[in-house]
């Protein structure tokens, strides 16, 4: 991946991620095991070019990928070294894009957020059950409240496809959740849009040098992808079950993530859709 100087111009690259609280009860009851608060365990960043569609992107929790001081780990345990700080700077050096903002929100945040804007629809293609997520739910379409929805995207192992399909339902969820939170449905109902203002408020906590300036465009920018104007994609990945000391981890694929975000450095989206 490229080690090259971040990128210095005034694209904005938000770094998203859902992470676990210490709480026991909560432990229990979301069936977030046993890490507790100690790492990142959704990795999003959201793109905005100077012009063209801007881009959800989800980072494999899994991606085995140098952490500064910390040699090779998977990059969730980033957060568990460094917080925030040490995160991002292993998105940028592994990606040689500039991170400009980061919104962190926690499990007991996302579940409010779903539940104020009245659960989000999603189609699971067959009924799934996951005991370590606590999730049990039937194939077909469904409105998922807040506690089954963060089951369903964190589940991996009974997943075929592992991280790599969580992922997908990840950014589902996400994009189900912000179509939502700006339909009229939502605007319109004063308890609704309190609930949903309320929950964001107590839910978001923006990284250090993260402000309104950067916060409104990346809305405007879910809003779009929402909308279908955007796009979404996940890091592209050579070997899913890469062997490491750190157990079963997530290899990029060298030359496509290269390509892919050196597009992205450029400014230019407009090729990658060829990474879907």
Same mark, same amino acid.
């Given at each position: @991946?490229? +080690?090259?100087?971040?990128?210095?111009? /005034?694209?904005?690259?938000?770094?998203?991620?859902?992470?676990?609280? !210490?709480?026991?009860?909560?432990?229990?009851?979301?069936?977030?095991?046993?890490?507790?608060?100690?790492?990142?365990?959704?990795?999003?960043?959201?793109?905005?070019?100077?012009?063209?569609?801007p881009a959800l992107i989800s980072i494999?929790?899994?991606?085995?990928?140098?952490?500064?001081? !910390?040699?090779?780990?998977?990059? $969730?345990?980033?957060?568990?070294?460094?917080?925030?700080?040490?995160?991002?700077?292993?998105?940028?050096?592994?990606?040689?894009?500039?991170?400009?903002?980061?919104?962190?929100?926690?499990?007991?945040?996302?579940?409010?957020?779903?539940?104020?804007?009245?659960?989000?629809?999603?189609?699971?293609?067959?009924?799934?059950?996951?005991?370590?997520? $606590?999730?049990?739910?039937?194939?077909?379409?469904?409105? @998922?409240?807040?506690?089954?929805?963060?089951?369903?995207? #964190?589940?991996? !192992?009974?997943?075929?496809?592992?991280?790599l399909g969580r992922v997908q339902r990840?950014?589902?969820?996400?994009?189900?959740?912000?179509?939502?939170?700006?339909?009229?449905?939502?605007?319109?109902?004063?308890?609704?849009?309190? #609930?949903? +203002?309320?929950?964001?408020?107590?839910?978001?906590?923006?990284?250090?040098?993260?402000?309104?300036?950067?916060?409104?465009?990346?809305?405007?920018?879910?809003? /779009?992808?929402?909308?279908?104007?955007?796009?979404?994609?996940?890091?592209?990945?050579? $070997?899913?079950?890469?062997?490491?000391?750190?157990?079963?981890a997530v290899e990029w694929d060298k030359? #496509?993530?290269?390509?892919?975000?050196?597009?992205?450095? #450029?400014?230019?989206?407009?090729?990658?859709?060829?990474?879907?």
């Amino acid at each position: @991946m490229p +080690n090259a100087n971040p990128q210095t111009d /005034s694209e904005l690259q938000v770094v998203i991620g859902v992470l676990t609280f !210490h709480r026991p009860e909560q432990i229990q009851q979301m069936g977030t095991g046993p890490e507790g608060g100690n790492v990142a365990d959704t990795i999003m960043l959201l793109y905005l070019p100077p012009s063209g569609r801007p881009a959800l992107i989800s980072i494999p929790r899994d991606s085995y990928l140098a952490i500064p001081g !910390h040699n090779k780990n998977k990059i $969730n345990s980033a957060y568990s070294f460094g917080g925030p700080k040490l995160l991002t700077q292993t998105i940028e050096q592994a990606t040689g894009l500039r991170i400009d903002g980061y919104l962190g929100i926690g499990f007991g945040g996302f579940v409010n957020i779903i539940d104020a804007v009245g659960g989000v629809e999603q189609c699971p293609a067959t009924d799934l059950v996951d005991k370590d997520s $606590n999730l049990n739910v039937k194939a077909g379409c469904q409105t @998922m409240n807040g506690l089954t929805a963060l089951a369903y995207v #964190r589940m991996r !192992h009974a997943d075929p496809l592992g991280d790599l399909g969580r992922v997908q339902r990840q950014r589902s969820v996400v994009v189900a959740a912000a179509k939502k939170a700006v339909s009229p449905a939502t605007i319109l109902n004063p308890i609704t849009y309190y #609930r949903l +203002n309320r929950a964001g408020a107590d839910a978001l906590k923006a990284g250090e040098g993260t402000n309104l300036t950067q916060i409104a465009p990346a809305a405007l920018a879910f809003l /779009s992808i929402s909308r279908g104007q955007g796009l979404t994609l996940t890091v592209p990945v050579s $070997n899913p079950n890469l062997s490491t000391p750190s157990g079963s981890a997530v290899e990029w694929d060298k030359t #496509r993530s290269a390509a892919m975000f050196a597009m992205i450095a #450029r400014g230019d989206t407009s090729g990658l859709d060829k990474f879907k």
